[in-house]
């Protein structure tokens, strides 16, 4: 009996959680309530704690299940990850795979919710350690693959990171990917050239 409880209770978490997904994308979380975000996918307070711990727990696991409604970006560091492809051609097709106009809700939503992490550190602390960490470690061991020392690596990775992070920023506010494209090209040819000076250094 409790295999097909515990079945459906999955289930319905997941229809919540793909509403919630649609409900964020389309509006955002600065004036979300436990109580307003209930309404608007038809459920209550009490049963979106139940399944989802807290608010706070709850916008982190929609930003997370956002990230599955893009291709690109969930796919992102398995191509990065390839050694088969020179490591110079896998920075500019990330930053293509980044700069992707489809790819401009989530990127709203993630800079949305990395704000007001910002803000309020301890309620989502888990966030921001994931934040912090995931993109350098996976460019980082990218770089250590492709034969950079790991000081080395850790450096360039938080350049990377960050230069793709200001860019994704640039492109929300500007709206005009012809101009950012115009700064982003040269400023992709010169991490690239450092990184595979690097590469070939070591």
Same mark, same amino acid.
């Given at each position: 009996m409790d295999q097909p409880q515990t079945a459906v209770a999955t289930d319905r978490r997941q229809e919540l959680l793909e509403r919630i997904v649609d409900h964020v994308l389309e509006h955002g979380i600065a004036r979300v309530t436990l109580r307003g975000l209930a309404a608007a996918v038809g459920s209550n307070n009490r049963m979106l704690l139940y399944y989802f711990d807290s608010l706070e727990a709850l916008i982190v @696991?929609?930003?997370?299940?956002?990230?599955?409604?893009? @291709?690109?970006?969930?796919?992102?560091?398995?191509?990065?990850?390839?050694?088969?492809?020179? !490591?110079?051609?896998?920075?500019?097709?990330?930053?293509? @795979?980044?700069?992707?106009?489809?790819?401009?809700?989530?990127?709203?939503?993630?800079?949305? !919710?990395?704000?007001?992490?910002?803000?309020?550190?301890?309620?989502?602390?888990?966030?921001?350690?994931?934040?912090? @960490?995931?993109?350098?470690?996976?460019?980082?061991?990218?770089?250590?693959?492709?034969?950079?020392g790991?000081?080395?690596?850790?450096?360039?990775a938080h350049e990377t990171v960050a230069l793709w992070r200001g860019f994704q920023a640039t492109l929300l506010s500007l709206e005009d990917d012809a101009v950012v494209a115009r700064a982003a090209d040269p400023a992709m040819d010169a991490l690239v050239a450092r990184v595979e000076a690097a590469a070939t250094r070591s």
């Amino acid at each position: 009996m409790d295999q097909p409880q515990t079945a459906v209770a999955t289930d319905r978490r997941q229809e919540l959680l793909e509403r919630i997904v649609d409900h964020v994308l389309e509006h955002g979380i600065a004036r979300v309530t436990l109580r307003g975000l209930a309404a608007a996918v038809g459920s209550n307070n009490r049963m979106l704690l139940y399944y989802f711990d807290s608010l706070e727990a709850l916008i982190v @696991t929609a930003l997370q299940a956002s990230e599955h409604r893009f @291709t690109g970006m969930t796919s992102l560091f398995g191509g990065f990850a390839d050694a088969s492809v020179p !490591i110079g051609r896998r920075i500019r097709v990330a930053w293509a @795979t980044i700069a992707d106009p489809d790819n401009r809700p989530f990127h709203r939503l993630f800079f949305e !919710i990395f704000g007001l992490a910002g803000f309020e550190r301890e309620r989502f602390a888990e966030l921001l350690g994931v934040i912090g @960490t995931e993109w350098v470690d996976n460019v980082a061991g990218a770089y250590r693959a492709a034969g950079i020392g790991a000081q080395d690596a850790e450096v360039l990775a938080h350049e990377t990171v960050a230069l793709w992070r200001g860019f994704q920023a640039t492109l929300l506010s500007l709206e005009d990917d012809a101009v950012v494209a115009r700064a982003a090209d040269p400023a992709m040819d010169a991490l690239v050239a450092r990184v595979e000076a690097a590469a070939t250094r070591s």
